[in-house]
């Protein structure tokens, strides 16, 4: 394995920002030479990455025969847009560098867990917009993602809102540009194919975001997976103990996001 760390701060950025990168050898003994590639986005509420849902979900990726990398971003008092371009260079440095580190170029994935979730789904959201391109001295295109995964995911600023995730992104613009962060109320036809899944036993951010979300996306015919699963608290990561959990029926979510995965990438 090719183990590297990039650096994708802006003008913004904190200092502890980072991209992981953990990239799997190229052998003449295995067919397969470009590899997806999953940008993995842990929660925290805009207030801290978890370790729970970094490096062990990468390890999962990698175990599937993807490459994976695990983004450190900009979190509170940094604000909207200072994560996101973080992740539009994540994008952009490994759609630049496809070639070298064997990635398939069309099939990069942004995936986010809870307020990391909002991250992936806003990058997703607003990666065709110019500021973004001009902000990151790309073309367009360079910056597409090729799908997003959402683990119960903070999607709305409205009813269902996890208010301290939205507080923590706009920081004293929150009263103003609250709504703004509603994403599904922006879905559009940049928004690429998407893979969710959620708990109806989560009581901080309430599965509602997930439901909303895929229902916009339908609306709009973007594909999609949504799984809810009856049992499981709110940040669950693979679901069992290794992440400090016990075992629940959700952490079939890994074999299940392969299998996703596998359809449209193979």
Known sequence: MNYQTLDVKNRASGEYVKLTLYLLDDSPDIQVHLRPMVI?????????????????????FCAMGYHAAVLRYSVAPAVFPTALLELGKSVLEIRRHAGEWNVHPEQITVCGFSAGGH???????FW???WVAEALGAQKEELRPNAMILCYPVITAGEFAHVGSIQNLLGKDFPEKRDSMSLEKLVNADVPRAFLWHTFEDNAVPVQNSLMYAAALAQAHIPTELHVFEKGEHGLSLANRMTNNVNVPASVWVGLVHTWMEGWTA
């Open 40 to 60: 993995v986005c842990p929660g925290g509420g805009y207030g801290m990455t978890s370790d729970r849902e970094a490096e062990i979900i990468a390890m999962q």
């Open 119 to 125: 991250m992936a789904a806003s990058y997703c959201t």
């Open 128 to 130: 065709g917009e110019p």
